[in-house]
């Protein structure tokens, strides 16, 4: 083997693990063996080579896809690498582009760490002193542009979230030490067992239980990057409580429930994306719906259920059985809520097709790009908290 093949490849796999892909040594070994033998004669076979190699998650697409362009783009090393002729040297530099999702975190990869680091005395007070405020510009970073330490610090924040008291009264009866509500089997059994000469009253109350909460999470490509840390947002939700029951859709519905009650939620984010196989694919919000609303609404939608509607609405094949499905499920739950990221933009207008055909059947419409605006919405779970995001507004708004 001549030139650097080795290191420049090494160099790239340890980027790729610093950045959050799961890279070990003999996937590096792998991909050295691929591209030593020069059958790759272009580009797009080296770039897909790699990713059969160190891509093992959907959810490590998108690094990947900005790492590779960063890496051999800067060092313009694509073809030099395939001729196997030249080191790792610093390219020119490119002209500044719009921010994407995982690029912070890509070029914080390629980044060697800053060596003056000062007086460790310094360091801890001055740590110190911005961790009030670090936290508060962490509630109002987009997740798209998070780096991987600020993206494992909002998952931290995320599982820290405290969920509203939203109990609700069913048709049920427990015991109770007081009320108005005498029982009257319990107050049987109690006097009898005095031999009748006296009355023991026993009292009762109707249970009260969280309402279930139902999510449907759009998991196509332009939503890959926020549907990843909602589902975070729903492992915690979970693990908080019984009744949650969660759903993926891209060109099919997927019921990822069992997936997401596994206690470690790496482990879970990667069930579920092996149990949806059109991760990070195309979005057929209709056919999803319909699918939810034909097997699945009768089975979760009782007790007052809250719909959690988490996608984009940019539905590329529309017809009127969106607007349908979307009449027949706010029907059938107690409140509908769709969550936008598209709502991070200050210039957005409800102006596409599909999402001027949902508007009108949800009960709210809110932002789900950063901690802030998850905040928001554990608030207005709560039973008596107002109804914000009035989806006629933005109807109006856009005429």
Same mark, same amino acid.
């Given at each position: 083997?001549?030139?650097?093949?080795?290191?420049?490849?090494?160099?790239?796999?340890?980027?790729?693990?610093?950045?959050?892909?799961?890279?070990?040594?003999?996937?590096?070994?792998?991909?050295?063996?691929?591209?030593?033998?020069?059958?790759?004669?272009?580009?797009?076979?080296?770039?897909?080579?790699?990713?059969?190699?160190?891509?093992?998650?959907?959810?490590?697409?998108?690094?990947?896809?900005?790492?590779?362009?960063?890496?051999?783009?800067?060092?313009?090393?694509?073809?030099?690498?395939?001729?196997?002729?030249?080191?790792?040297?610093?390219?020119?530099?490119?002209?500044?582009?719009?921010?994407?999702?995982?690029?912070?975190?890509?070029?914080?990869?390629?980044?060697?760490?800053?060596?003056?680091?000062?007086?460790?005395?310094?360091?801890?007070?001055?740590?110190?002193?911005?961790?009030?405020?670090?936290?508060?510009?962490?509630?109002?970073?987009?997740?798209?542009?998070?780096?991987?330490?600020?993206?494992?610090?909002?998952?931290?924040?995320?599982?820290?979230?405290?969920? #509203? !008291?939203?109990?609700?009264? /069913? %048709?049920?009866?427990? =015991?109770? +030490?007081?009320?108005? &509500?005498?029982?009257? *089997? $319990?107050?049987?059994?109690?006097?009898?067992?005095?031999?009748?000469?006296?009355?023991?009253?026993?009292?009762?109350?109707?249970?009260?239980?969280?309402?279930?909460?139902?999510?449907?999470?759009?998991?196509?490509?332009?939503?890959?990057?926020?549907?990843?840390?909602?589902?975070?947002?729903?492992?915690?939700?979970?693990?908080?409580?019984?009744?949650?029951?969660?759903?993926?859709?891209?060109?099919?519905?997927?019921?990822?429930?069992?997936?997401?009650?596994?206690?470690?939620?790496?482990?879970?984010?990667?069930?579920?994306?092996?149990?949806? #196989? !059109?991760?990070?694919?195309? /979005? %057929?919000?209709?056919? =999803?719906? +319909?699918?939810?609303? &034909?097997?699945?609404? *009768? $089975?979760?939608?009782?007790?007052?259920?809250?719909?959690?509607?988490?996608?984009?609405?940019?539905?590329?094949?529309?017809?009127?059985?969106?607007?349908?499905?979307?009449?027949?499920?706010?029907?059938?739950?107690?409140?509908?809520?769709?969550?936008?990221?598209?709502?991070?933009?200050?210039?957005?207008?409800?102006?596409?097709?599909?999402?001027?055909?949902?508007?009108?059947?949800?009960?709210?419409?809110?932002?789900?790009?950063?901690?802030?605006?998850?905040?928001?919405?554990?608030?207005?779970?709560?039973?008596?908290?107002?109804?914000?995001?009035?989806?006629?507004?933005?109807?109006?708004?856009?005429?």
């Amino acid at each position: 083997m001549t030139g650097k093949l080795a290191e420049n490849i090494a160099y790239f796999g340890r980027a790729l693990r610093v950045a959050g892909v799961k890279v070990g040594p003999g996937a590096v070994v792998e991909a050295v063996e691929a591209l030593a033998d020069g059958a790759l004669g272009r580009r797009e076979d080296v770039y897909w080579a790699l990713h059969a190699i160190f891509v093992k998650r959907h959810e490590d697409t998108v690094i990947y896809d900005q790492a590779f362009r960063l890496f051999w783009r800067r060092r313009a090393l694509i073809e030099k690498l395939m001729a196997q002729m030249s080191p790792i040297a610093p390219g020119g530099e490119s002209k500044p582009e719009k921010a994407e999702a995982g690029a912070l975190r890509v070029a914080e990869a390629f980044t060697p760490p800053d060596q003056d680091r000062g007086e460790p005395t310094e360091l801890t007070e001055l740590t110190a002193r911005l961790t009030v405020s670090d936290r508060e510009m962490l509630k109002s970073r987009d997740f798209a542009q998070m780096s991987a330490a600020e993206l494992a610090r909002a998952k931290q924040l995320i599982a820290e979230l405290r969920l #509203p !008291d939203d109990m609700v009264p /069913t %048709r049920r009866f427990q =015991a109770a +030490h007081l009320g108005a &509500r005498i029982d009257p *089997r $319990r107050t049987f059994r109690r006097s009898l067992r005095g031999g009748g000469a006296s009355i023991d009253l026993a009292f009762r109350e109707r249970a009260q239980v969280h309402p279930p909460v139902v999510a449907l999470v759009d998991i196509s490509g332009s939503m890959a990057e926020y549907s990843r840390i909602f589902l975070h947002f729903l492992h915690a939700l979970t693990e908080k409580r019984r009744r949650v029951h969660s759903f993926v859709f891209g060109t099919r519905l997927t019921n990822v429930t069992r997936m997401l009650r596994a206690r470690d939620p790496d482990e879970a984010l990667a069930l579920a994306g092996k149990a949806a #196989p !059109d991760w990070e694919g195309g /979005t %057929r919000i209709a056919t =999803a719906l +319909h699918a939810f609303n &034909r097997v699945w609404s *009768r $089975r979760v939608l009782t007790g007052g259920a809250v719909v959690l509607l988490f996608t984009d609405g940019l539905e590329r094949h529309l017809d009127d059985e969106l607007g349908f499905e979307m009449d027949r499920l706010q029907r059938s739950c107690r409140q509908l809520v769709w969550l936008n990221p598209l709502l991070r933009y200050d210039g957005f207008e409800a102006r596409a097709s599909g999402i001027r055909a949902m508007l009108p059947h949800v009960d709210s419409f809110r932002p789900i790009h950063n901690l802030a605006a998850m905040a928001d919405l554990c608030a207005a779970l709560a039973p008596d908290a107002g109804r914000e995001g009035d989806p006629r507004a933005w109807l109006k708004k856009a005429g």
